[in-house]
């Protein structure tokens, strides 16, 4: 079979394109880890499990136990939960809205029985009034000792969503 001239052009594009979609434009898909909320006496939940990128984050932190715990203030909105998105490149949890207070660090009481809401305003590095789009998730590290770093523990709350 003799291939005309013309057809050259189309034969090459279409063989760099199944080349292109064989090896996935040179991007790499990890599984989502970590999207269930850990159990243990400080649980974090969310008010919804999906967002849209204007909505503040609504997270209840509760301590179901009978011992008191305690948490760095220096988190999102230097609060003492963390707000982390997912990275679909890495595969990792990548920590989002950090505190940008020049204040000193203070530790809070996480107290028995308790259930205190916190609230996450929107914001991102494109836009201060909207999370950008994506997986995230609700982290915190806390500890029995009074520093809030000894032998500290790390919670997290189920996944969720925030849409266009």
């Known amino acids: 079979m003799v291939l005309r001239p013309r ?3 189309a034969l090459i594009l279409v063989a760099a394109l199944a080349l ?3 090896c996935g434009g040179g991007t790499t898909s990890h599984p989502i880890s970590g999207v269930t909320a850990t159990t243990g006496p400080v649980t974090l939940t969310t008010n ?3 967002y849209t990128t204007g909505d503040a984050v ?3 932190v509760t301590n179901a136990s009978k011992s008191d715990y305690y948490a760095k203030d220096d988190k999102s909105g230097c609060t ?3 707000l982390q998105r997912y990275n679909a490149g890495t595969g990792v949890w990548d920590s989002v809205d950090p505190c940008v ?3 000193q660090i203070q530790v809070y009481l996480i107290a ?3 259930a205190v809401p916190y609230t996450l305003a929107p914001t991102s590095a494109s836009d201060v009034n909207a999370w950008s789009t994506g997986t995230y998730r609700i982290s915190m590290t806390y500890s029995t000792h009074a520093d809030g770093a000894t032998q ?4 997290h709350s189920a996944a969720f969503t925030i849409k266009g």
């Open 7 to 9: 057809w050259y052009g």
């Open 20 to 22: 292109l979609a064989a």
């Open 48 to 50: 919804l499990a999906t």
């Open 58 to 60: 609504g997270v209840t």
């Open 80 to 82: 003492i939960i963390q």
């Open 101 to 103: 207070s020049s204040q």
């Open 112 to 114: 028995k029985g308790s």
């Open 152 to 155: 500290a523990v790390e919670a």
